[in-house]
């Protein structure tokens, strides 16, 4: 119902575009032996399988000119081939070398889990996010869905292991996204800004990340977009909630893609019954430019552009008498750039350099005006050298200016201005002490001008391989964080926050199939109190449980799912909390059940997620004990369906999503009154969804290309 919505559909079209070159071949190792499931790729694309048992391996694609051709396997140098399409098929025998210093033979799994489409390992690809039932195409949604989260659907956001969602930190080409989500009000859930088809790789930390990153107490997640891709194409989406038009242009070394989108849900409101009172459904517009260009055999050159606005007008319950009304306005704005060029330099340094740039302005009216404008601008460097077999050097640093402008009026007017320059420096070292052991030793320091104050945050995570496909690692780190804007309104003479991460992790990993088993302690150090006159860093807190993953893509032809699992046990005693008591964004129980089937018959993918979630905490004033009462048991059940056809020759993709289908009752906590009435009690309003259900109808028409019938297979899940 969102920018997210809208791109979704034409994301899909570009799985299943017609072929216009074959490639097929054979990879062996060096001594002969067929090698089953190597990873065979276009690098930049979506395009590329997995050798078979014979090591065969044959894919189609769409893409022209000159690409890069990868071939990767576990415990194996990768190899790359420049190869050149020009529409004929191609045929290759390639032959992998062994190497035992191969750092993909033993990985820091610890609190990760990556989503990648050139990665042989790696537990998701990126268009499982994009097809994961329930979230439609938000990041963030298909996130949910992984260990280590819970769910918040009256904010829609990410929270992991006991943290509040500010302690999420979001990176593109590791650069800070100030505002990950579109703007929203209290109770009003929110959607991830990108789109997943933006990127190749995306690598969720719910934990010990490295130590390039900061700013953070509990995870990052970091997004990685695709390099250059796609061929000429035009782009119509029409759609039950809006529409949208894209243009794709690719030359030999470059491309560049445009695209616009609009959303109203007047037309969808006035079909499917609301739990709110609207006077202006939301409604939003989106301009998206990317562009990106070779600079040379190893060099990249990245720009990406957005901007955005949404809205929305209703009249809002008073809490504890749902008769009472008042009006609430929302309006948000959003600008977001990002430049990066990525190298090879002094023969075998890989250079990175990159900055981005933030601006957002949202303004709500209700019975006082509340004016926020945040703007932040970031400069990023690093090097990175393999001083041996052995040695891998990584050494960098950023500099981030931000500022916070709050104008609050109700009668008179309260201004808040914060602004910072936030200094950071890393250095981090792998070593590979044989082809079983690899440890990675890191540093990272920062300062913070709006604070006057630094920190010095050791990171240190080692994995060991127990036997083929079966690893332990270990993780440990400090983890540093500016204190949220709005609660040094009064002061900030304050210091950062600070976390302290303990991960072991279990992982064993086969041809289709993935077991992870992940038990963690997050110690909290000088969080925020603010029931004194002045906020202060006295606060403090912990979290600790066992997160559980179970992946099988082999068992059930052209099927794939995954189960996940988390245990929870947190308490806090920060802000306004009385007491240590569990925050009312966590749950002690999360478990997910994800599958996606592929009907070659029918051209038709199918998925469905059920989710469970213990209830939440609330502070029920009407009893003595802080933070003792729990909501109701949260349960969702939502499906997909996308057909691929052609109409009149042009591709097309019918794509239906149903969210809630049984219509659980899902209260997210509950609102109470002020005073008491009469009798002495506060009345109480459940905090719901929008609607019981929300349901979503899309068409995209990809024109001048054509649905081959035989191109859909299980890759494609």
């Not at 790789?201 to 010990?208: C, L, R």
């Not at 008769?323 to 990066?340: D, R």
Request: aromatic share 12%.
């Amino acid at each position: 119902m969102k920018k997210g919505l809208l791109t979704l559909v034409f994301g899909l079209s570009s799985l299943f575009l017609s072929a216009q070159t074959l490639l097929k071949g054979v990879v062996t190792s060096t001594t002969g032996e067929n090698i089953i499931g190597a990873n065979i790729v276009l690098l930049g694309t979506y395009d590329g399988t997995s050798s078979d048992l014979n090591g065969e391996f044959n894919f189609s694609t769409t893409e022209t000119g000159k690409q890069v051709l990868q071939i990767t396997y576990i415990g194996c140098d990768t190899l790359s081939l420049p190869v050149e399409l020009r529409g004929q098929p191609l045929e290759f025998k390639f032959k992998l070398k062994e190497t035992v210093n191969e750092l993909n033979a033993v990985t820091i799994v610890s609190g990760v889990f990556e989503a990648s489409d050139t990665k042989k390992s790696v537990v998701l690809k990126s268009v499982d996010i994009a097809l994961t039932a329930g979230a439609v195409a938000d990041i963030t949604g298909a996130m949910l869905t992984l260990p280590g989260t819970t769910r918040n659907p009256e904010t829609g956001q990410l929270l992991v292991r006991g943290g509040a969602a500010y302690e999420t930190r979001t990176l593109m080409d590791g650069l800070y996204v100030q505002n990950a989500y579109n703007s929203t009000t209290a109770n009003m859930p929110a959607r991830n800004r990108f789109s997943p088809f933006l990127f190749k790789g995306m690598m969720f930390s719910s934990g010990g990340y490295s130590a390039e990153y900061g700013q953070a107490l509990s995870s990052a997640l970091i997004l990685n977009t695709t390099d250059v891709v796609g061929q000429n194409t035009t782009g119509i989406q029409l759609l039950s909630v809006g529409g949208g038009l894209s243009q794709q242009k690719r030359w030999e070394n470059s491309s560049l893609s445009v695209s616009g989108t609009y959303s109203n849900l007047s037309p969808y409101f006035k079909l499917i019954k609301q739990n709110f009172d609207w006077k202006q459904a939301p409604t939003s517009g989106n301009a998206e430019l990317s562009f990106k260009t070779k600079t040379s055999q190893t060099g990249i050159f990245k720009f990406y552009a957005t901007g955005s606005s949404n809205g929305f007008n209703m009249n809002v319950a008073i809490a504890g008498d749902e008769s009472q009304k008042m009006p609430l306005k929302l309006s948000g704005e959003n600008l977001y750039t990002n430049a990066s060029y990525r190298d090879i330099v002094f023969k075998d340094w890989t250079l990175f350099v990159g900055s981005a740039y933030s601006w957002n302005r949202d303004k709500i009216r209700q019975n006082f005006d509340l004016n926020t404008l945040q703007q932040s601008a970031q400069t990023r460097f690093s090097l990175s050298h393999s001083l041996s077999e052995q040695v891998k050097l990584k050494f960098g640093a950023e500099h981030i200016w931000s500022l916070f402008d709050e104008k609050y009026t109700e009668g008179q007017t309260f201004t808040t201005l914060h602004p910072d320059n936030y200094l950071a420096a890393f250095a981090e070292t792998d070593l590979s002490f044989n082809d079983k052991w690899l440890a990675r030793v890191g540093i990272r320091a920062e300062h913070s001008s709006l604070l006057h104050k630094g920190n010095v945050a050791p990171r240190l995570s080692t994995a060991y391989i127990l036997r083929k496909g079966e690893q332990i690692a270990l993780s440990f780190g400090q983890f540093y964080q500016t204190p949220e804007h709005t609660q040094m309104r009064r002061s900030t003479a304050v210091g950062f926050e600070q976390a302290d991460h303990y991960i072991l992790t279990y992982q064993k990993q086969a041809e289709g199939y993935v077991f992870r088993v992940e038990g963690y302690y997050k110690k909290y150090h000088n969080l925020l109190k603010t029931t004194g006159e002045l906020p202060n860093n006295t606060g403090y807190g912990y979290a600790r449980g066992v997160d559980l993953f179970w992946r099988d893509s082999k068992s059930i032809k052209n099927g794939d799912y995954y189960i996940s699992y988390s245990f929870l046990d947190t308490e806090r005693n920060y802000r306004d909390f009385p007491v240590q008591a569990m925050p009312y964004f966590a749950a002690k129980h999360n478990a997910a059940i994800v599958y996606k089937h592929w009907i070659h018959k029918l051209s038709t993918m199918l998925s469905a997620t059920y989710a469970f979630q213990s209830g939440r905490p609330y502070n029920d004033p009407n009893t003595t004990q802080f933070n003792g009462s729990r909501t109701p048991v949260y349960q969702d059940l939502s499906v997909t369906v996308s057909y691929i056809t052609n109409i009149k020759d042009n591709f097309t993709v019918l794509y239906l999503a149903a969210n809630n289908v049984p219509g659980f009752r899902q209260v997210s906590g509950y609102r109470f009154s002020n005073t008491p009435d009469a009798s002495g009690q506060y009345l109480g309003s459940p905090i719901v969804p929008p609607a019981k259900r929300f349901i979503f109808l899309g068409l995209i028409m990809t024109i001048g290309e054509k649905f081959e019938k035989n191109q859909g297979n299980n890759d494609d899940i």
